[in-house]
């Protein structure tokens, strides 16, 4: 498993540092949320989904009901935004780890574990495609 107090930053400078600084407190952020917090969330997203759909059942709308949906539409926007900011935390986080592992198992066949060996080829042509794709990506 992937221990940020081994971790070695492959760029020593002051915006990488704020960087993984900022990656590990949105890390900690997303290891806080609880089940009863996506409960919450949920439920708040049912309510302002019913809310959007009685507006748009009316024919015309009021200047108030007007202003209701452009909070929705902020509501949501953000909501979005933040979701898809966790989700990119927990993407890397995950990226991070499959790495640290991969490398602990391939360090371990290079020093003759062989039960590391098995694993470490089982590994390698996935590991190798995976960052064909993200130099594609990038």
């Known amino acids: 498993m992937f221990n940020i107090k081994t971790f070695i930053m492959l ?4 915006e990488t540092r704020k960087n993984e600084e900022k ?8 290891r806080s ?3 009863e917090d996506n409960k919450k969330v949920h439920a708040n ?17 009021t200047a108030e009901e007007i202003e209701i949906l452009a909070r929705i539409t902020s509501t949501v926007k953000t909501t979005l935004e933040n979701i898809n900011r966790l989700k990119s935390i927990s993407e890397e986080s995950i990226e991070r780890q499959a790495n640290a592992y991969y490398q602990h ?16 080829e089982q ?5 190798q495609a995976s960052l064909i794709n993200k130099a594609g990506e990038n």
Do not use: C, H, M, W
């Not at 997203?45 to 015309?60: G, M, S």
């Not at 391939?106 to 574990?113: F, S």
């Not at 590994?123 to 590991?127: D, K, M, Q």
């Open 11 to 14: 760029y020593n400078d002051d």
């Open 123 to 127: 590994l390698r042509p996935s590991y």
């Open 33 to 35: 949320i609880t089940e």
């Open 105 to 120: 198992v391939k360090k371990l066949a290079e020093e003759g574990n062989e039960e590391a060996r098995k694993v470490y």
């Open 45 to 61: 997203i049912l309510v302002l989904q019913e809310e959007v759909n009685r507006l748009a059942a009316k024919e015309e709308l």
């Open 23 to 30: 990656f590990q407190q949105d890390l900690i952020l997303l």
